[in-house]
């Protein structure tokens, strides 16, 4: 049974940074695409950053070069690193998990597995 917990969300002010971690049981995070995921309040869930088999990235253009998506294959977790965040990135983080080892976009129909999510609050 494939497992995702997500943890590391918060509240910190504009400009600060946060780290968000998906610790996966019964999957392997270097094995398949992974992703997260965020979705604010009155909106559609969007795509943030995804990683393949191959540790190739892709990052929404909202959070490029502030947010980078890492694994870690030893602790089988994902990461997403946010730094210089804004009040448009208040959101619910969610780690998401396909059952591909490639990528194909930040479509959430390609994504089997889902998190529970993590709220992320950022204040002016």
């Known amino acids: 049974q494939v497992q995702l917990v997500e943890s590391g969300g918060g509240s910190v002010q504009a400009g600060g940074s946060l780290r968000l971690s998906c610790v996966a049981s019964?999957?392997?995070?270097?094995?398949?695409?992974m992703g997260w995921f965020r979705q604010a309040p009155g909106k559609e869930r969007e795509g943030v950053a995804i990683?393949?088999?191959?540790?190739?990235?892709m990052h929404a253009d909202a959070v490029k070069g502030r947010f980078t998506i890492s694994q870690d294959n030893a602790k089988n977790t994902l990461y997403l690193h946010m730094n210089s965040l804004k009040p448009e990135d208040t959101a619910v983080y969610y780690c998401?998990?396909?059952?591909?080892?490639?990528?194909?976009?930040?479509?959430?129909?390609?994504?089997?597995?889902w998190g529970q999510g993590t709220q992320v609050t950022v204040s002016s």
């Open positions: 998401a998990a396909a059952s591909r080892s490639r990528c194909f976009g930040f479509d959430a129909y390609n994504y089997r597995y």
């Open positions: 019964g999957y392997r995070v270097t094995n398949y695409c």
């Open positions: 990683i393949d088999s191959s540790s190739t990235t």
